[in-house]
C-alpha cells in the first residue's frame, strides 16, 4: 500500500514538473532578430538567453559582442543576405525584423512557416508599444511594461523643462545624397520635438523622403544635424558613407541660413538617434543638450561627435569661399 502511494507521489511530481517545464519553453520561445534595435530590445528584457541569431549590425549592448565571440548567438544575416541554412538549423519560435526595407523578407519567411513579428514603428509611441508587443511574445510582459513607464517617466521630466523653451528649428539630414530628410512620420519627429525643437519639415507626411537644398535655406534651420557613425567613412557612395560640416555649410545659398551663421552645423550620433528602442529616451536627452547646452547637461556615456562643428577657421573658410564666388 505504501509504494503504491509512493508511486502515485511520484507520478505526481513528475508530472508537475513535466508541465512546469512545458510552461517555461512555451513562455521562453527561442529568437532570431533581423534588426540591430530588435537585437537590443530583447537584451533590455533580459531575454538575451533565449536569443539564437543576429545580424553583423548587432553590436549594441556589447553583451552582444561577447555572446558572439563565445558562440551563444549565430551571425544569422549581413546588410543585404541572410542565410537561411543556419536559420533553418536554430529552429527559432520567432523571428524578429522592422523597417521597410525588411518587409518583404518578412513575408517571404512566414510563407515558409516561420512566425515572424515585424515593426515599422512611426511614432515614439510605436517604439514602446513595439518593446510591449515583443515583451508579451517572449514571455516578458511585465519587463517590458516595467521598462516602459519608466521611459514615460523621464521624457515627462525633459517635457517639463523643453516645453518652457523656445523651440529651435532644426533641419536633421538623413543622408546627404538626396539629401533625405525627416518627415513628422518617424519617431524622430517626435524626439526633436520632446528635445525642444522643431522639424523644419514637420509639415510632410512622410518618414523620410527626398527634399531639395532650395526648400532647406527657405526653412532657414536654426540647426543642422549630419549623421555619423564608428565605421562610418567619408565622401564614398553607399550606406557607409557621410559627408563632412564644411560640405554641409558650403552648398549654395546655405551660408544665409541661422545655422551657418552662427556656427550650429553638428554632426549627431546616427546609431543612437535613429536606433527605434531602448535607448530612445537617451536619444532625447543627447538632442536637448545639442539644442540647448545651456540649459541641458551632456548626458554620460554618449559620444561627443556634436563638438565636430563649425569652428571660427572653418567659418572663415566658408565666408571667404563665398566672397569669391
Known amino acids: 500500500m505504501y509504494s503504491i502511494m509512493r508511486m502515485k507521489s511520484t507520478a505526481v511530481i513528475l508530472t508537475a514538473l513535466f508541465l512546469l517545464s512545458s510552461t517555461i519553453l512555451y513562455t521562453q520561445p ?18 538575451e ?9 548587432c553590436v549594441f549592448p556589447e553583451k552582444v559582442l561577447s555572446d558572439l565571440a563565445l558562440g551563444k ?7 543585404n ?11 527559432p519560435d520567432i523571428i524578429l525584423t522592422d523597417t521597410g526595407f525588411q518587409r518583404k523578407r518578412a513575408q517571404e519567411l512566414r510563407e515558409i512557416g516561420y512566425n515572424v513579428l515585424h515593426f515599422e514603428p512611426k511614432s515614439l509611441d510605436d517604439v514602446f508599444n513595439d518593446i510591449i508587443e515583443i515583451g508579451n511574445a517572449i514571455g516578458k510582459s511585465d ?3 516595467e521598462i516602459v513607464d519608466g ?3 523621464e521624457i515627462d521630466e525633459i517635457r517639463e523643462v523643453s516645453s518652457t523653451l523656445p523651440p529651435v528649428r532644426v533641419y536633421m539630414e538623413i543622408n546627404h545624397n538626396g539629401p533625405w530628410a525627416v518627415g513628422n512620420d518617424s519617431p524622430l519627429e517626435d524626439i526633436i520635438t520632446i528635445a525642444g525643437g522643431i522639424n523644419i519639415f514637420s509639415d510632410v507626411e512622410e518618414g523620410v523622403f527626398i527634399t531639395s537644398h532650395e526648400d532647406i535655406v527657405e526653412r532657414n534651420p536654426e540647426v543642422i544635424l549630419s549623421p555619423i557613425w564608428i565605421d562610418a567613412e567619408l565622401d564614398i557612395e553607399g550606406y557607409k558613407g557621410i559627408t563632412n560640416i564644411l560640405e554641409i555649410s558650403s552648398r549654395p545659398g546655405y551660408h544665409t541660413t541661422d545655422a551657418v551663421l552662427n556656427g550650429r552645423v553638428l554632426y549627431y550620433d546616427s546609431a543612437l538617434l535613429k536606433h527605434e528602442g531602448p535607448r530612445q529616451v537617451l536619444a532625447i536627452r543627447k538632442l536637448a543638450y545639442i539644442l540647448h547646452p545651456g540649459i541641458f547637461p551632456n548626458p554620460p556615456g554618449t559620444i561627443p561627435w556634436e563638438l565636430g562643428n563649425i569652428n571660427e577657421s572653418l567659418k572663415l573658410e566658408i565666408e571667404t569661399a563665398i566672397h569669391y564666388e
Request: hydrophobic share 45%.
Open 143 to 145: 519587463i517590458a511594461r
Open 30 to 47: 527561442k529568437i532570431v532578430s533581423l534588426s540591430s534595435t530588435r537585437t537590443e530590445i530583447v537584451y533590455a528584457l533580459g531575454a
Open 81 to 91: 543576405t541572410i542565410d537561411m541554412e543556419m536559420i533553418d538549423s536554430l529552429r
Open 73 to 79: 548567438v549565430k551571425i544569422v544575416s549581413d546588410f
Open 151 to 153: 521611459y514615460l517617466e
Open 49 to 57: 538567453d533565449q536569443l539564437l541569431g543576429v545580424t553583423t549590425f
